[in-house]
């Protein structure tokens, strides 16, 4: 691949991907999504919850992408930014399947079990702030590690509203505060997707003669 990318700056692999340290992270962070993966769709199943399924493909989604991140960490840009478009893709995905799942939990579904919905979520917290704290130092890198920087604050943060529907759903005895934050998640994915795949069509128009170094 380096053959065939000449001297242009573009096409040179980011300094992250010379790093053993970022490539143990994105390591650590795709086998702990898929642990939580498991956890909170068992969890998810036992309680009758949305948000805690929602998460648990998320994070899911999240350990394919930190795969995905792997693979092509040492490529040219345009390479990074064509798997940061289908990531931004699965992110709007992910978000379009909460909007559904919500909708026909909102027709049909049950009150979830708050309990459960409660220590599951707080499990998940630890280990997206975590992950998070991991990715923070490469934040502002290229779409395809600003993708994975997204993924991990969105988790956090989804983390936080399930255990608050919990709450919600312990003091009211109904199902909406689940759905609530389903909803918000949704929307978080969504808006994440818009930003990755805008910066993503940016590197991929600008091309490797006008794509900028990687700082």
């Known amino acids: 691949m380096s053959q065939s990318c ?17 490539r143990r992270v994105l390591w650590l962070a795709l086998w702990i999504n898929l642990a939580m993966f ?65 909708l026909w939990a909102a027709l049909n579904g049950d009150t979830p079990e708050p309990i459960t919905m409660g220590a ?37 943060i989804g983390n936080l509203a399930v255990m608050g529907a919990a709450l919600g759903v312990f003091g009211t005895g109904r199902a909406w505060p689940d759905l609530l934050v389903a909803l918000v998640m949704a929307g978080l994915a969504l808006s994440a997707s818009r930003a990755v795949l805008r910066q993503a069509v940016g590197e991929l128009q600008a091309g490797p003669e006008q794509a900028p170094p990687p700082a």
């Open 120 to 156: 599951i979520g707080s499990l998940a917290l630890v280990a997206n702030v975590a992950v998070a704290w991991m990715l923070y130092a490469w934040r502002e890198g290229d779409a395809n590690m600003r993708s994975v920087w997204l993924c991990s604050r969105n988790d956090a």
């Open 6 to 22: 000449g001297s242009h700056g573009g096409c040179q692999a980011p300094p992250a991907a010379r790093n053993p340290r970022y």
């Open 38 to 102: 498991a956890v909170e769709l068992a969890g998810g199943l036992r309680a009758g919850s949305v948000s805690l399924l929602a998460d648990a493909i998320d994070f899911l989604g999240d350990a394919a992408n930190y795969g995905v991140s792997l693979l092509v960490l040492g490529m040219a840009l345009q390479w990074r930014a064509r798997a940061a478009l289908f990531k931004g893709l699965c992110m709007g995905g992910f978000g379009m399947f909460v909007l559904g799942r919500a």
